[in-house]
Nanobody, 122 residues
Framework: QVQLVESGGGLVQAGGSLRLSCTAS????????MGWFRQAPGKEREFVAA????????YYADSAKGRFTISRDNAKNTVYLQMNSLKPEDTAVYYC???????????????WGKGTQVTVSS
């Protein structure tokens, strides 16, 4: 079992930055691919970014490329999402998730946090 807790969301103006964190319980954190997803009101949950077990490989949605950076610290059981140049369309609840292998599909992730709200004002 892996329990995930997100933090770092908030209200920011367009062009600003936020860093989300997701801390996992358990001793097998480094065995999991970690992903960030987001869900805006009335929309389906969508992939944002993912990172391999070691952190050596990262993957991004087109909407996140060049603006967001995913990273992880296995010693701290934590994955981060640094979000720069935020836009109003980035407003959503952001979730971290874990699974054994990479997937871009949210339905295949086994473990989820409860989410953290990110609101970007224009």
């Amino acid at each position: 079992q892996v329990q995930l807790v997100e933090s770092g969301g908030g209200l920011v103006q367009a062009g600003g930055s936020l860093r989300l964190s997701c801390t996992a319980s358990g001793r097998t954190f480094s065995s999991y691919v970690m992903g960030w997803f987001r869900q805006a009101p009335g929309k389906e949950r969508e992939f944002v970014a993912a990172i391999s077990w070691s952190g050596g490989r990262t993957y991004y949605a087109d909407s996140a490329k060049g603006r967001f950076t995913i990273s992880r610290d296995n010693a701290k059981n934590t994955v981060y999402l640094q979000m720069n140049s935020l836009k109003p369309e980035d407003t959503a609840v952001y979730y971290c998730a874990a699974r054994r292998t990479l997937s871009y599909s949210y339905v295949l992730y086994e473990y989820w946090g409860k989410g953290t709200q990110v609101t970007v004002s224009s």
